[in-house]
């Protein structure tokens, strides 16, 4: 019987495989990122215990994409997961859902609407003051904060939870303004076209592990992705080497344990581990 993981990564390629459709009929150049770059240099595809995928777009590319693939998705079963497109949705960055599928995270408990996902990450432009880059992050992380604050995101699930009221139409206002305001900090030095690095402002990492140079992120090469074709930048060696040291290198088995899912129901069926 095939493993938890196993399913969910059957689902992740299909979502996959829907955005980069999507990227092909938009004509934007995508690029996997973070675990799932790794996954493709060093496994060929999924790093086997890892149950995300997460890729990015340039903001330009990205903001086209919240803008017109709605629209070519409205008559499958995919959704593009967007601060504004679930009002109790509190990330900073899009997911493309599998609507056919239903999941409980670990450590993440909320309102916002569920199903097995990608994540794609917004790159942005950072100021080469290293002042003005913590003063970024600083506003950026606590608008983050007051917005899953609002919105109810805990880390552990609560009975209590589901006898509250749902949130206001001025609760999800005032929510939808802070979340305006976070996009506008995330994209304050957009227009500065000399400023020639980008950041992915949502990154778990250290700051300096996910900021690129606009170059490297614009020559991108194709490699394997299990059955499928992915985009990568061609410097991949030197980003894997800056975020993971020895990427080739295994981890400790005690290492190799999945992030996020611990319950799917797909194919009216309950999976867990």
Not at 10 to 37: K, R, T, W
Not at 102 to 110: A, G, L, T
Request: overall charge negative; hydrophobic content about 40%; charged content about 20%.
């Amino acid at each position: 019987m095939p493993r938890l993981i196993d399913r969910i990564h059957q689902v992740e390629l299909g979502n996959l495989a829907q955005f980069i459709q999507l990227c092909h009929q938009l004509d934007l150049p995508y690029f996997l990122m973070g675990g799932s770059l790794l996954g493709a240099i060093r496994h060929q595809g999924f790093i086997p215990w890892d149950d995300d995928v997460d890729v990015g777009l340039l903001r330009t590319d990205y903001d086209r994409l919240l803008a017109q693939a709605p629209q070519l998705l409205a008559d499958t079963h995919y959704f593009l997961q967007t601060p504004t497109s679930d009002e109790n949705y509190g990330l900073s960055y899009a997911k493309l859902l599998d609507r056919n599928t239903y999941i409980e995270e670990k450590n993440n408990v909320n309102n916002a609407r569920k199903g097995i996902f990608i994540d794609i990450f917004p790159l942005d432009r950072i100021p080469l003051d290293t002042s003005l880059q913590r003063e970024q992050m600083a506003k950026f992380q606590l608008l983050n904060t007051r917005i899953l604050f609002q919105l109810r995101y805990h880390l552990v699930d609560n009975p209590l939870r589901k006898l509250q009221s749902p949130l206001s139409p001025e609760q999800l206002a005032e929510t939808a303004a802070l979340k305006t305001e976070r996009d506008a900090v995330m994209t304050q030095y957009q227009d500065d076209t000399s400023l020639l690095q980008v950041k992915n402002l949502a990154s778990q990492y250290g700051y300096m592990k996910e900021v690129f140079p606009v170059a490297e992120l614009s020559d991108l090469t194709p490699v394997p992705f299990e059955h499928l074709t992915v985009q990568v930048p061609a410097t991949y060696a030197i980003i894997l080497t800056r975020m993971y040291g020895d990427y080739m290198a295994l981890p400790p088995e005690n290492q190799r344990t999945e992030k996020h899912l611990e319950r799917v129901i797909m194919d009216n069926q309950v999976f867990t581990d």
